[in-house]
């Protein structure tokens, strides 16, 4: 959590700088996507928009609108066919060791215990992080006790904590999500979302989040940006001006919570 007295922060041993010194997290600049023969497939068309540095964003927009594309764009993992991307200032041109991606399923392997997971990135970079940092680590996910369980004896839930630790431990400066909690129960995820919100307002990395939940958006984003049908394009970014840090219960009972949750869902064109 930064210190009362506000930026820089720690995390991990990485200083996290204040997001007004720095380039920004993200900008996009009429970045384009097609797939399929001849560019068939339009995944989304001139999408522009910047992410502070240290700031929390989340994508909504219905499916099939590109937000994934999008991800794997900013990761480096597929090129656009038009626009700009950049990271932190830099162009993206192939995938970078500051950039940490958590998706739907978990990319645990299934021979190895949850420790073994855990430290596989940073042992695939050549890097053995100290083993007060996995125990730290292994703590503030509540995975402590369970470092010598395999991933089938693991609840969904945990699982996905254990995947988004595999990404910490390399210590991003952005770090995004493409729908991490979108397969797990209801109470799962509002769980896991209190977790992620308590591990950013210490760490402070620049997060972009793809979602289907407007609530789960609300709540734990300081903007959210709005997605059209195919081909997508950002037609609408809210502030969502709740304090924090927040309290899930707190948060949830403030009748601006329920205000942004209902414009968010005119602009969706949920009734």
Not at 14 to 43: C, Q, Y
Request: glycine content about 10%.
């Amino acid at each position: 959590m930064p210190s009362s007295s506000g930026w820089p922060g720690w995390c991990g041993g990485v200083v996290v700088k204040s997001p007004e010194a720095v380039a920004p997290g993200i900008a996009l600049d009429g970045v384009t996507t097609r797939f399929g023969d001849h560019g068939g497939v339009v995944a989304h068309q001139d999408v522009s928009f910047e992410v502070r540095s240290g700031e929390f964003v989340s994508i909504l927009g219905p499916s099939g609108c590109g937000k994934s594309t999008l991800v794997r764009v900013i990761a480096g993992l597929v090129k656009a066919d038009a626009g700009e991307t950049r990271v932190h200032g830099r162009l993206v041109d192939g995938p970078r060791p500051d950039v940490g991606v958590v998706f739907q399923s978990s990319t645990l392997l299934p021979w190895l215990t949850v420790a073994e997971n855990l430290t596989l990135g940073a042992a695939l970079r050549r890097r053995t992080p100290s083993a007060a940092r996995v125990a730290e680590l292994t703590q503030m996910l509540g995975l402590q006790g369970f470092e010598r369980h395999y991933p089938h004896q693991l609840s969904g839930g945990m699982r996905q904590r254990a995947a988004l630790g595999q990404i910490l431990l390399l210590e991003p400066t952005l770090l995004l999500l493409d729908e991490p909690f979108g397969a797990l129960d209801a109470l799962t995820r509002d769980r896991l979302n209190v977790e992620l919100l308590r591990i950013w307002e210490r760490c402070r990395q620049t997060v972009l989040l793809v979602t289907h939940s407007i609530a789960e958006a609300v709540f734990l984003s300081d903007r959210v940006l709005v997605m059209s049908e195919r081909p997508g394009s950002v037609t609408d970014a809210i502030d969502i001006d709740l304090p924090r840090p927040r309290q899930s219960s707190r948060v949830k009972a403030d009748p601006a919570f329920a205000a942004y949750v209902a414009q968010l869902n005119g602009l969706m064109g949920v009734s």
